[in-house]
């Protein structure tokens, strides 16, 4: 059986990435953005989800995190995708200002009705990819690119701007969900990797 792209270490602490389903715009309202928080929140206080680091884009999510009760990343990460597709749809079909509803709703449904997985809807993208965060090159690595993203896109000059991200937090301005700070050497503070 291959490990590749699955949570090997139990307790292991673990960068994944998911988007939406043709990468769809949904967070660009504040009330969807606000139910994924909510559900972070919710794992974080029932299922015992520490979140590292976090960005929420606005079709993407990159979170490092860990768990409290060993082996249970996989299960985590099903349920906060589970629950948030449930209550984004939910949001999305009744919300009135959403003149984008039918267009999403063609592509979630049509999503939906080719994966065998879903009954009626698919909203995430099935892969996460988990890849383990194992050394502090890497934990470097990981949070410069989580970070970075609202930059990249051209979203925010600097990574403490953005709303939506931990990087407020590394940057000592308390974010909007709780964070566990990964410590990382100060050799390795803004260390260039490629590849």
């Known amino acids: ?10 307790e292991g602490i673990y960068f ?27 794992c974080q206080q029932h299922k015992g989800m520490i979140i590292h680091s976090w960005c929420l884009m606005t079709n993407h999510v990159h979170l490092i995190f860990s768990s409290k009760v060993s082996g249970k990343h996989s299960d985590i990460l099903r349920d906060l995708k589970k629950y948030t597709a449930y209550k984004l749809l939910q949001e999305i079909g009744s919300n009135p200002k959403e003149s984008r509803r039918d267009w999403m709703k063609e592509i979630f449904g049509g999503a939906g009705y080719n994966n065998s997985n879903n009954s009626n809807f698919q909203f995430w993208q099935q892969d996460n990819h988990p890849i383990e965060i ?30 939506y991200s931990s990087a407020r937090d590394y940057s000592g301005i308390k974010g909007l969900i709780e964070v566990e700070i990964l410590e990382v050497p100060a050799s390795l503070v803004g260390y260039v990797f490629v590849g």
């Open 1 to 10: 059986m291959s490990t590749k792209y699955k949570f090997v270490d139990p």
């Open 16 to 42: 994944v990435s998911f988007a939406t389903v043709g990468w769809v715009d949904v967070f660009t309202r504040t009330e969807y953005k606000d139910i994924f928080l909510e559900s972070i929140r919710y």
């Open 134 to 163: 194992y050394s502090p090159k890497v934990i470097s690595q990981k949070l410069e690119y989580v970070h970075n993203n609202p930059v990249n896109a051209g979203i925010v000059d600097e990574v403490e701007q953005y709303l």
